[in-house]
């Protein structure tokens, strides 16, 4: 039996995530998960400010990295390794993670592992699971940043397959929550409110739904929302079946390219990630889709959903250490650009 212990370190954004993850064979499990989150204070304003998210994030990481390695009840001498998201994310944030993971590989002398913070989205469904994904595999990432489709035919072979050519699906929900008024971040706002509301009472545009690429827009939603909630017949009472409505559009959009992907690549793998993969009714779809189709679905549970530093530490485990653990530079970029 071969046991590995990983920190995970997470700051691409607002979120400061440590974990301590353990990998015995080929089961990877959580030995501790600590996420410290600085969306209240981000919400003040509307939306992110990345210089202010960076202040956030240097007040919490030594923190939350200590309480990682107490909840564990182990020391950082006893780790194997540490991962840290290299990118992509807000240089800011990004640099307080990078920094803190090469001082502590070089105090301690271990190795480092840098993780793209995409990639770390998918591996939470590697997390906990005596059922992980199985390859070919497609992938759908769903968060206030992306919205892509990759097809993973090992766990270093990929395939971008399409993506959003605007915003991303999150951040759909979280600009439109702001027209409505609602607090950010404003997916789960709007999942909330739409329980109450009908969602065939707004028709929104589905741009690209017939298209047979398999790439997403999602920016002409905003502007379709502006318009109705400027315009003077709209109150208060039609605002829970709007949100209804935007949280049908968008999953309708997403379901149905990743169904055409789904057709296309003859996969019998879908695995989701990313915040959105937090709400419920897309992957109640999800689950419906695949079940006709025969396609076994892998979804996170909604804590690993969102950033956190479990899901960087998993993708850890299948990195290789840098040679040098203080040539590791930030990559506010980095992307899921095919490795073929
Ligand atoms: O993956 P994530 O934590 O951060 C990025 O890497 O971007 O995703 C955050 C996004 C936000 O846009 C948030 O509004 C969205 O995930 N989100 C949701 C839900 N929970 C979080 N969107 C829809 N429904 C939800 N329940
Ligand atoms: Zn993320």
New binding site residues.
């Given amino acids: 039996m071969k046991k590995q212990l990983l920190l995970g370190i997470e700051t691409?954004?607002d979120?400061t995530g440590s974990a301590v993850l353990a990998k015995v064979d080929n089961r990877i499990g959580i030995v501790s998960n600590i996420v410290a989150s600085s969306s209240s204070v981000q919400a003040k304003y509307g939306g992110i400010i990345p210089e202010q998210a960076a202040r956030e994030q240097i007040k919490s990481i030594i923190p939350v990295i200590e309480e990682a390695l107490k909840e564990a009840r182990i020391e950082a001498k006893d780790l194997d390794a540490i991962a840290v998201t290299q990118g992509p994310?807000l240089i800011g944030s990004l640099l307080v993670g990078t920094e803190a993971a090469k001082t502590l590989s070089w105090v301690l002398n271990k190795p480092l592992i840098p993780v793209n913070?995409l990639l770390g989205?998918f591996y939470a469904n590697w997390i906990a699971t005596n059922t992980p994904p199985q390859f070919p595999c497609l992938g759908l990432l769903v968060?206030?940043?992306?919205s892509d489709l990759v097809l993973f035919k090992s766990h270093f072979e990929y395939q971008y397959l399409g993506g959003t050519r605007d915003d991303?699906?999150?951040?759909c929900?979280?600009k439109c929550?702001r027209l409505l008024g609602l607090p950010y971040?404003?997916?789960?706002e709007?999942?909330k409110l739409a329980k109450k509301g009908n969602s065939k009472t707004f028709k929104l545009p589905r741009p690209m739904l017939e298209s047979k690429d398999l790439d997403f827009s999602f920016s002409g939603l905003k502007t379709a929302v502006s318009l109705i909630v400027k315009d003077p017949s709209f109150s208060e009472d039609k605002k829970a079946d709007l949100a209804a409505s935007l949280e049908a559009t968008i999953v309708d959009l997403l379901v149905r390219k990743t169904v055409l992907a789904i057709k296309e690549h003859k996969v019998e793998q879908l695995m989701v990630a990313?915040?959105?993969a937090?709400?419920?009714v897309?992957i109640a779809e999800l689950k419906a889709q695949s079940e006709k189709l025969n396609v076994a679905l892998h979804v996170p549970p909604v804590n690993l959903?969102?950033?956190n530093g479990a899901m960087i530490a998993a993708r850890g485990f299948f990195e290789k250490p840098l040679k040098d653990s203080l040539s590791l530079e930030a990559n506010p970029s980095l992307s899921l650009a095919s490795t073929d």
């Fill in positions: 691409s954004c979120e994310g913070h989205h968060s206030g940043g992306h991303a699906a999150g951040e929900f979280d929550a971040p404003g997916g789960p709007i999942s990313g915040g959105v937090a709400n419920q897309l959903c969102t950033d």
